[in-house]
């Protein structure tokens, strides 16, 4: 992407560029932004910042580009949220203009961690300024919801924090009350569909996205299953006319370790050298076997569900700390157990808090055993 950048900051659709196409198929925000968040990816997955300080200035020539485009702080060229059903259901401008935001906030951490001061706070102020504008444009006040109430207009704000903090909880709720009322359904494409799992799942609306998933008379990853399709395609029906090996709805893969093995990097520990266990306990799932090999060894979180007692068998590799969320009925920490014994009799173990329907523990690293008793779930 690096040497597929032009002089004047754009970066192609793709690169390297062995087809040049026209119009939103070079060049579109949603794709050029991966030179700007593939660089914070890495340093947040492994720790490693040598990306982000080899490209922080062609970042920033990126995003200078995507401001030279703008009009009142608003991106509204390229591809938008590309195949959604149906086609063309979220405006022009919501998608880009979210991703330039991202893309702000990206260069806003990656100057403050690369010793930028003064740079962050000129990006921070920049990424305020488009926020406001968005909302401006596409919030619609009276119905809490965004342009024209599809998923992943109400999904991006919420996932990058576009959302005013006084109507978050109300766009959400009837991000979820919409999806119940299509018959749980998906409907945002390419771009949307990552922000849309990564809403539902970082709410604990995990079980919405799981029958999503599932259903199989509709668009969707079991209904190409279900057509024949041993790859994934480029369209959510799909469609034979078009690409029956493509990558891009392949989101959902990050929500099996995020989401059902509940694997994720604590921002404040970036690498893995701190660890969040939270599994998402849904549908008729008996049983998930999760690992990730991260720098420091493998993570593993596996769970077993047996009516209401869920049993969950964690390693966490030397050098690391990890927040481990037990689900436990009644808010009660007292029913959780760690390699037979109460868990607030181990050492290793040492409790938090409750949250939602789980307690939440401070380990290192080293094996456990946990156990409780389930809350009913839906």
Same mark, same amino acid.
């Given at each position: 992407?690096?040497?597929?950048?032009?002089?004047?900051?754009?970066?192609?659709?793709?690169?390297?560029?062995?087809?040049?196409?026209?119009?939103?198929?070079?060049?579109?925000?949603?794709?050029?932004?991966?030179?700007?968040?593939?660089?914070?990816?890495?340093?947040?997955?492994?720790?490693?910042?040598?990306?982000?300080?080899?490209?922080?200035?062609?970042?920033?020539?990126?995003?200078?580009?995507?401001?030279?485009?703008?009009?009142?702080?608003?991106?509204?060229?390229?591809?938008?949220?590309?195949?959604?059903?149906?086609?063309?259901?979220?405006?022009?401008?919501?998608?880009?203009?979210?991703?330039?935001?991202?893309?702000?906030?990206?260069?806003?951490?990656?100057?403050?961690?690369?010793?930028?001061?003064?740079?962050?706070?000129?990006?921070?102020?920049?990424?305020?300024?488009?926020?406001?504008?968005?909302?401006?444009?596409?919030?619609?006040?009276?119905?809490?919801?965004?342009?024209?109430?599809?998923?992943?207009?109400?999904?991006?704000?919420?996932?990058?924090?576009?959302?005013?903090?006084?109507?978050?909880?109300?766009?959400?709720?009837?991000?979820?009350?919409?999806?119940?009322?299509?018959?749980?359904? =998906? &409907?945002?494409?390419? +771009? !949307?569909?990552?922000?849309?799992?990564?809403?539902?799942?970082? %709410?604990?609306? @995990? /079980?919405?996205?799981?029958?999503?998933?599932?259903?199989?008379?509709?668009?969707?990853?079991?209904?190409?299953?279900?057509?024949?399709?041993?790859?994934?395609?480029?369209?959510?029906?799909?469609?034979?006319?078009?690409?029956?090996?493509?990558?891009?709805?392949?989101?959902?893969?990050?929500?099996?370790?995020?989401?059902?093995?509940?694997?994720?990097?604590?921002?404040?520990?970036?690498?893995?050298?701190?660890?969040? =266990? &939270?599994?998402?306990? +849904? !549908?008729?799932?008996?049983?998930?076997?999760?690992?990730?090999? %991260?720098?420091? @060894? /493998?993570?593993?979180?596996?769970?077993?569900?047996?009516?209401?007692?869920?049993?969950?068998?964690?390693?966490?590799?030397?050098?690391?700390?990890?927040?481990?969320?037990?689900?436990?009925?009644?808010?009660?920490?007292?029913?959780?157990?760690?390699?037979?014994?109460?868990?607030?009799?181990?050492?290793?173990?040492?409790?938090?808090?409750?949250?939602?329907?789980?307690?939440?523990?401070?380990?290192?690293?080293?094996?456990? &055993?946990?156990?409780?008793?389930?809350?009913?779930?839906?």
């Amino acid at each position: 992407m690096s040497e597929a950048q032009r002089e004047n900051g754009f970066v192609p659709n793709i690169a390297p560029e062995y087809v040049v196409f026209k119009d939103g198929f070079l060049d579109s925000p949603e794709w050029g932004s991966a030179y700007v968040i593939n660089p914070w990816q890495v340093y947040h997955m492994h720790g490693d910042r040598t990306l982000l300080a080899k490209h922080y200035d062609g970042m920033k020539r990126y995003v200078e580009y995507l401001k030279s485009k703008s009009t009142d702080h608003i991106v509204a060229h390229g591809l938008s949220d590309w195949y959604d059903i149906p086609w063309a259901q979220t405006t022009h401008g919501v998608t880009a203009t979210a991703i330039y935001y991202q893309d702000l906030l990206v260069l806003k951490d990656a100057a403050s961690l690369l010793g930028k001061t003064e740079e962050a706070r000129q990006f921070e102020a920049q990424a305020q300024a488009v926020k406001d504008a968005f909302n401006r444009k596409f919030f619609k006040a009276d119905k809490n919801q965004y342009d024209r109430n599809s998923q992943t207009a109400n999904a991006m704000p919420l996932v990058l924090g576009l959302v005013p903090e006084d109507r978050r909880a109300a766009v959400l709720a009837g991000l979820v009350e919409q999806i119940r009322a299509d018959g749980y359904r =998906i &409907k945002a494409g390419d +771009v !949307g569909f990552h922000y849309l799992m990564l809403a539902l799942s970082n %709410s604990d609306n @995990g /079980e919405v996205l799981y029958k999503m998933l599932v259903r199989d008379d509709g668009p969707g990853y079991a209904f190409q299953v279900k057509n024949g399709a041993t790859t994934l395609t480029e369209a959510w029906n799909s469609n034979r006319q078009v690409s029956q090996n493509h990558c891009m709805l392949g989101h959902i893969e990050e929500w099996f370790y995020r989401g059902l093995g509940g694997i994720k990097v604590d921002p404040s520990g970036p690498g893995f050298k701190k660890i969040i =266990i &939270k599994p998402q306990i +849904v !549908g008729d799932l008996k049983w998930v076997n999760c690992r990730y090999d %991260s720098l420091y @060894g /493998e993570i593993i979180s596996d769970w077993k569900r047996d009516g209401q007692k869920i049993t969950m068998n964690v390693t966490i590799p030397p050098n690391t700390t990890a927040t481990v969320f037990v689900p436990s009925a009644e808010h009660n920490a007292s029913l959780v157990t760690e390699s037979g014994k109460p868990a607030s009799a181990v050492s290793s173990v040492k409790f938090l808090r409750m949250e939602n329907n789980a307690a939440v523990y401070a380990v290192g690293s080293g094996v456990y &055993k946990f156990q409780a008793r389930l809350s009913e779930i839906e």
